[in-house]
């Protein structure tokens, strides 16, 4: 009875999570600097995916499917992998600071990227994604070594990543001060600070696969991570391969993370606010709390570009604004109540 319950309990808040989700997307498709009724944006997806033949404005329909759609559905993929990227590093790290912008990841998957597409590093071999990876794993393995050399205590990976970002935003600027031109540096410029205007359909048939992969990853490893939380020692005397487990987690929070900044830029804030959020929600156990970060993540993301469309008529906001803005006073909150508790 209590296991049926229980499944009972788990589909159910699966069906939520999906409702929440499509909901989220939904009001993304329709709202913008022009309104578009949600039976127009439901209709819509109902003639792309099964033919409906429904007749439509094709200027509406154009905008619902071809622009705003698919820019939801990667803002949704960039939020959910950020915040499972935040939760895995703080869990592993045992620290509530630890997040991928925090510790260079991001600001080394920007470089990779950069390089690629500026400086032609892998002569055509290596793709956008792959140069962002390759970034990404050279800037944590670099935050590593520095946290190793400076000390093992909770402030020595902070100060490492702080370092490694600053380096990383340095090496980026001084490619496309040099390497780029005019109108090359002013796109970068943008997206580096979060763009999704450019966002087409190609670019979420890339994001799904790698955040659908990476949530499996993490759930698969939930236990492990429940185990990490107690520290290193606690899970290798519980049977867990520390190592392994702890390549295959930063592994897939790079390769999330290095395919979220070449489609979209570096995004902060996502990766350090939500997993607080979602713990404040659903507790710790990251059976629960992988996928609430997900959830709470994507939606998260898709309110950010609909702000980032509407607060200034006429003009699109970078994303990595409004999540400034946005998860700048939120986490000053999350701290003041977790001081409070304490």
């Not at 993304?28 to 003639?47: F, M, Q, R, S, Y």
């Not at 093992?152 to 001084?174: D, Y």
Request: some cysteine; hydrophobic content about 60%.
């Amino acid at each position: 009875m209590t296991s049926a319950i229980t499944r009972f309990g788990r589909t159910g808040a699966a069906l939520a999570a999906l409702v929440i989700l499509l909901a989220a997307l939904w009001l993304g498709a329709a709202i913008g600097e022009t309104a578009i009724p949600l039976d127009t944006v439901a209709k819509t997806v109902a003639n792309r995916l099964w033919g409906a033949g429904y007749p439509l404005e094709p200027i509406d329909e154009g905008i619902v499917w071809s622009y705003r759609l698919s820019r939801a559905v990667v803002a949704a993929c960039c939020g959910a992998a950020l915040s499972l990227s935040g939760v895995v590093l703080q869990s592993l790290l045992r620290n509530s600071l630890a997040d991928p912008y925090l510790l260079g990841i991001s600001a080394g998957a920007s470089t990779g990227a950069v390089s690629v597409a500026i400086l032609g590093v892998g002569a055509g071999f290596l793709t956008l994604p792959m140069g962002a990876f390759a970034g990404a794993l050279v800037a944590f393995a670099l935050v590593s070594l520095l946290a190793v050399k400076a000390g093992r205590g909770t402030a020595a990976i902070i100060l490492a990543g702080v370092a490694g970002s600053q380096l990383f935003n340095a090496l980026t600027s001084f490619i496309v001060t040099k390497a780029a031109t005019a109108e090359q540096a002013r796109g970068i410029m943008f997206w580096l600070l979060g763009n999704l205007s450019g966002v087409r359909w190609p670019d979420a048939w890339l994001a799904i696969p790698a955040t659908l992969a990476g949530l499996v990853v993490c759930l698969w490893h939930a236990r492990a991570l429940d185990a990490f939380t107690f520290g290193a020692e606690s899970a290798a005397s519980l049977g867990i391969s520390v190592r392994r487990t702890y390549l295959a987690l930063v592994g897939v929070s790079a390769m999330m993370t290095a395919v979220m900044v070449s489609i979209v830029g570096s995004i902060g804030f996502v990766g350090l606010v939500i997993p607080h959020a979602a713990r404040m929600v659903v507790g710790v156990r990251h059976g629960v709390l992988l996928p609430a970060a997900a959830l709470i993540g994507a939606v998260f993301m898709i309110g950010a570009d609909i702000l980032s469309r509407i607060l200034i008529p006429g003009q699109v906001l970078p994303i990595g604004v409004i999540t400034a803005l946005v998860g700048a006073p939120a986490f000053a909150l999350i701290l003041g109540q977790k001081r409070a508790r304490t």
